[in-house]
């Protein structure tokens, strides 16, 4: 597991005094301030975060240092990450999405179906993108009680019951 959590990702500039468009990933959107100082991928950049307001599919923030337009728009499509130690600890049922990429997925009888390459939500709930050696495209499992019973990120692995001709 990565010592950072991707938390939002800035969508380009807000007005022309340096705000930007973010999106968060938090369960409560407002919560990405919480955890700032947040840095980019690679660490090189830090921002605070000040909520300034809402707008559709986001928030509207203003970053420590960026005090223009230009430099807010240099900005669009930076994720930025947290410190996964400022991140709330999670229920056993709940899981951050980056701790499940990556992860061996096999069926009940120990069948390895793949590795899973991303998390997806359209709307009505979870979907893990599994991806292998022996599918041609890659597959969308539910990530439900039923179709996933066990995930156990200590051997970095995924016990799944998938639904009748899936894989």
Do not use: W
């Amino acid at each position: 597991m990565s010592d950072t959590v991707c938390v939002g990702a800035i969508s380009g500039a807000y007005g022309v005094r340096g705000e930007v468009r973010l999106k968060s990933f938090c369960a409560e959107p407002e919560d990405i301030a919480a955890y700032a100082p947040l840095s980019t991928e690679d660490g090189a950049q830090s921002y605070s975060v000040v909520i300034t307001g809402r707008i559709k599919n986001g928030l509207t923030a203003r970053l420590g240092g960026v005090g223009s337009k230009e430099e807010a728009d240099a900005l669009k499509g930076v994720r930025l990450y947290a410190p996964r130690d400022r991140l709330p600890a999670l229920p056993d049922d709940e899981f951050y999405h980056a701790d499940l990429i990556g992860l061996e997925v096999v069926d009940t009888g120990g069948t390895v179906l793949g590795r899973v390459r991303s998390v997806q939500n359209h709307g009505a709930s979870d979907l893990l993108e599994i991806a292998g050696p022996g599918l041609k495209t890659t597959v969308l499992l539910p990530f439900t009680q039923d179709a996933v019973p066990t995930v156990d990120l200590a051997a970095r692995r995924i016990i799944a019951d998938p639904p009748d001709g899936l894989f």
